[in-house]
Nanobody, 121 residues
Framework: QVQLVESGGGLAQPGGSLRLSCAAS????????MSWARQAPGKGLEWVSG????????FYADSVKGRFTISRDNAKNTVYLQMNRLKPEDTALYYC??????????????WGQGTQVTVSS
């Protein structure tokens, strides 16, 4: 059984920073690419970032490029999202997701429960 548990969300002021963590269990973590996505109330799910299984490259939505950084520690079965220069529009429930094995389109097959990020002053 595969489980993903996000943590690190909270309240930040505009221009501030937060670091999200996603702890994985029940899978060979280093074999899978991982992603972050977010959903604001009344909004659709937005893909935020992704990272290859071997940490060889990472990808970002235009809305967060230059401000967010994804990373992973395969020894700890954990993926991170460092969020800097936060904006109110970053307010959302952030999800960690496992990419389906063999997927060329980054399809997801396991999701965490989400962690809330609120940016306001």
């Amino acid at each position: 059984q595969v489980q993903l548990v996000e943590s690190g969300g909270g309240l930040a002021q505009p221009g501030g920073s937060l670091r999200l963590s996603c702890a994985a269990s029940g899978l060979p973590f280093s074999k899978y690419a991982m992603s972050w996505a977010r959903q604001a109330p009344g909004k659709g799910l937005e893909w935020v970032s992704g990272i290859y299984n071997d940490d060889s490259d990472a990808f970002y939505a235009d809305s967060v490029k230059g401000r967010f950084t994804i990373s992973r520690d395969n020894a700890k079965n954990t993926v991170y999202l460092q969020m800097n220069r936060l904006k109110p529009e970053d307010t959302a429930l952030y999800y960690c997701a496992k990419v389906k094995g063999g997927s060329l389109l980054w399809e997801y097959d396991v999701w965490g429960q989400g962690t809330q990020v609120t940016v306001s002053s």
